[in-house]
């Protein structure tokens, strides 16, 4: 019998609510579609979340363990397999310290209960600084830029996309990636409201994309060189007069506005125009457009942070935000108050941001936001000597494919004394573990977005329970990485999986009662754990935060508080409506201001000046995304594969014409070669070439049947991991130099 049920996409960041249709005799999901009561996607879908069924159903994924034995991953019981995990990394801890021990978070956690609330208990306990994910190959530099601003490396803001006036998108295309570090379920219905209310959207990309086709105004400029463009823009503010009277109302909470100044002084638009490949006065009209408006937000997304000055760039489209007025008021860029964010409390002073606490041991790498650049994962395993990495946990990831020379990460990773993956697949980087333990597909997990949420355009609550029961014996993911967590305290790996949560639970109150700002200030412990749900740990934990937060019940003394029971019962989510101003509450810099000019922003702004007077280099290349894709993982699933969905190289007709250029092509970059076929096309602009990435599955040993048949390239192959963001640590991968010849 088909029942229906509710769940919320956990595959990209716009957290749609999804209708699914469940048989509890197969114990299979059937079918999803858009859910249209959902209070944040009202109905809105892609043909990803339509997908959810064949990916939870794919024959590929794993249904248990997987232990290496004689060189070959066979399978094994759980028991075994998570105390030989236990026993493998307590032997490496002991014998080598915990930093001996590297953990690579890949991006599924931004989505994932389990990722959320015990991917870090699990780092802690093993005690390690040596910490890699995704995000040096993601969005670190805006994070880095955050901390210089307001104190805090995840104060997000966000653009009001629902009240805007005119919408700057820098580097982003989402209408494709449905959005990113801006969690808005269904962006070509909110474009489409912005013209509809005589909005303006203006885009910036070397690639005429999906987004940019919709766009009043699109620039063209020359990949990786935005920030001295956004610097031209600033230029342009101060020296024509459009600084926003104080600030829009902000200037009392702001520092560092004539220090700016005067660091955009080199950076006139007839300065940049050149390197940039814009002229001067549409960089004029852009800064006049911007500041003019009633309310603009600039966003800025991969093609602004995986770049040689993303910290730069990122930082400056903030400074634009601020400089014309458009921070922390409606219609402009604004801080979301997720359901889970603490109630808020009397400002209080913070410390300056730092980044270097450590270093990388080969390379000296500064650490930024408690990580070292994925970039560096390889050497530090394959580079001999006293603190090398013995063994790696991988949660979630697949970086042999989304990090820089995968070949040589995959040679690292099968020198390691051990490797395990928390992975529901047998990919290009779970092949080379000794031990896989899969989490248990989307049906029987639940979600809540504690991430996401941070990064939302509208509050909402939304908590979707496991659809489908899991199988006697199978851990979910939560538990799968509580037993290791406490089994590396010296709990044993079949300790209670509760004891984890508990204990969180007990801290997290034990502090909030000896807060005097907190809503539950000199309470009594014991009184509020009662309180909470008799229910799965996770639960409990999503509880107690929910009611500790901005909306919540304080534990009783707010009458209409928020409480999970309630969130239970409005199974298409509580609105929490718009966001609202949050300044000066949030910032957590020394100053308690917004420090607009932070020293080392400044000291790395020669490293652009000395940029502008390059010589264009040949040909850059960049990437794209594709609508039915998904980073590495999404390749397996019939339903996505084909059509658009393609490893080719896009490239403009006359630079194919001048190189001679046919069905293939040789593209060489700084880490090495590969041979593409060739797409021609005038939506990218002369000298710019476009892979996507994710792609390479040809490798031996992987389970990806379907996958495998169309395995395209691994655009990453061509870059090592050599050119940085020195201030994030986050690699090149939009504006990589290489070379393209017929092939
Ligand atoms: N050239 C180039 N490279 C890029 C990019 C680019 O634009 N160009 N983009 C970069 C970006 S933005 C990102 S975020 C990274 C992504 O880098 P990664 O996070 O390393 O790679 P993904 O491809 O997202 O792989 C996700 C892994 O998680 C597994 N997985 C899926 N669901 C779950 C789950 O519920 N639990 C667990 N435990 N595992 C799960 C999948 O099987 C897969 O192995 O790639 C980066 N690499
Ligand atoms: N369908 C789909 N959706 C996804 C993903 C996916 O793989 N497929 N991945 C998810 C993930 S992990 C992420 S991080 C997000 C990313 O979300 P987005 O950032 O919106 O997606 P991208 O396609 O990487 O967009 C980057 C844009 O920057 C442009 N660009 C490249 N170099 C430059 C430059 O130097 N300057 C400027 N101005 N533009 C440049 C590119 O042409 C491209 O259009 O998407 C998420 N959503
Ligand atoms: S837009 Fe993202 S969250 Fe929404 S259905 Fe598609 S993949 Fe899922
Ligand atoms: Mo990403």
């Known amino acids: 019998m088909a029942r229906t049920a509710l769940r919320i996409c956990p595959l990209c960041e716009a957290t749609c609510g ?101 991917a870090p208990l699990l780092t802690r306990a093993i005690g390690t600084h040596n910490v890699f994910s995704a995000s040096t190959l993601d969005q670190m530099p805006k994070q880095v830029a955050l901390g210089y601003l307001f104190g805090h490396a995840g104060t997000f803001a966000v653009p009001d996309l629902d009240r805007t006036d005119h919408l700057v998108v820098i580097g982003a295309n989402p209408i494709v990636s449905n959005g990113s570090v801006t969690t808005a379920a269904d962006f070509p219905g909110k474009l489409a409201a912005l013209r509809r209310r005589g909005g303006r959207l203006t885009v910036i990309d070397p690639a005429r994309t999906r987004t940019a086709k919709l766009a009043d105004v699109h620039l063209t400029p020359r990949p990786g060189t935005d920030a001295a463009l956004l610097f031209a823009v600033v230029h342009t503010l101060f020296d024509e007069d459009l600084i926003a009277p104080d600030l829009g109302g902000i200037g009392r909470h702001v520092t560092g506005v004539d220090r700016l100044r005067a660091e955009s002084a080199d950076f006139a638009p007839e300065e940049v125009a050149a390197f940039c490949d814009v002229p001067a006065p549409v960089i004029r009209e852009l800064a006049r457009s911007i500041a003019t408006a009633r309310t603009a937000a600039v966003y800025g997304r991969m093609g602004t942070t995986t770049v040689e000055f993303g910290t730069i760039g990122s930082w400056l489209i903030d400074a634009i935000n601020i400089l014309t007025g458009n921070l922390d008021r409606p219609g402009g860029v604004m801080f979301p108050t ?60 697949n970086p042999v494919l989304s990090a820089p020379d995968g070949d040589r990460l995959g040679r690292a990773l099968d020198g390691l004394d051990f490797l395990v993956s928390i992975d529901p697949y047998l990919n290009e980087t779970t092949r080379h573990a000794d031990v896989i333990l899969p989490p248990p597909p989307p049906s029987a997990s639940p979600h809540f977005d504690f991430i996401l949420n941070n990064l939302a355009v509208r509050a909402t609550a939304r908590y979707s329970p496991p659809v489908l029961p899991l199988p006697d014996g199978r851990p979910d993911e939560a538990e799968i990485l509580a037993r290791l967590t406490l089994a590396v305290g010296g709990l044993g790996v079949h300790a209670d999986k509760r004891l984890v949560d508990e204990q969180v639970i007990a801290a997290t109150l034990s502090k909030e009662v000896s807060d005097p700002h907190s809503p539950v200030a000199g309470r009594d412990v014991d009184e509020m754990i009662a309180m909470l749900p008799d229910a799965p740990g996770h639960e409990r934990r999503l509880d107690m935060m929910v009611r500790l937060g901005a909306y919540g019940d304080a534990f009783g003394a707010r009458a209409d508080g928020l409480t999970l029971a309630q969130i239970l019962a409005s199974p298409h989510g509580v609105d929490l409506g718009p966001m609202r101003p949050r300044l000066p509450g949030i910032l957590r810099t020394e100053s308690g201001t917004v420090e607009l000019a932070a020293d080392d922003l400044i000291a790395d702004v020669d490293r652009l000046r000395a940029a502008l007077h390059r010589a264009p280099d040949g040909f850059v290349l960049i990437g794209r995304r594709n609508l039915r894709s998904n980073n590495s993982w999404m390749h397996n699933l019939p339903a996505l594969t084909g059509g658009t969905n393609r490893c080719t190289l896009y490239i403009h007709p006359d630079d194919a014409l001048r190189l001679g250029l046919d069905d293939v092509a040789i593209v060489r970059g700084p880490g090495g070669e590969v041979k593409v076929p060739v797409e021609i096309t005038p939506d990218i602009r002369p000298g710019v070439a476009s892979l996507p990435h994710g792609w390479g599955h040809d490798l031996a040993d992987t389970r990806l049947t379907v996958a495998a048949e169309a395995p395209g390239t691994n655009v990453n192959q061509l870059n090592d991991g050599s050119l940085l963001d020195p201030l994030s640590g986050t690699v090149v991968l939009n504006g990589l130099p290489v070379e393209i010849a017929p092939g």
């Open 338 to 397: 997720p359901p889970t964010a603490p109630a808020p409390r009397p400002p209080r002073p913070g410390r300056t941001f730092r980044t270097g606490r450590w270093r990388s041991r080969v390379s000296g790498h500064p650490e930024v936001a408690g990580e070292l650049p994925a970039a560096a994962l390889a050497e530090e395993i394959d580079t001999p000597g006293d603190g090398r990495l013995r063994a790696v946990v991988t949660i979630a990831g």
């Open 18 to 118: 999804l209708s699914v249709t469940v048989d509890d005799d197969q114990g299979r999901m059937l079918s999803a579609r858009g859910d249209a009561d959902d209070v944040f996607s009202h109905g809105y879908i892609c043909p990803k979340g339509a997908s959810l069924p064949e990916l939870d159903n794919d024959p590929d994924r794993l249904t248990g363990p997987l232990i290496r034995r004689d060189g070959v991953l066979v399978d094994a019981g759980w028991d075994e397999a998570l105390e030989l995990v236990a026993d493998r990394l307590a032997a490496t801890i002991a014998a080598h310290g915990g930093p001996s021990v590297g953990i690579y978070i890949g991006n599924p956690n931004a989505h994932t209960v389990a990722g959320a609330l015990y």
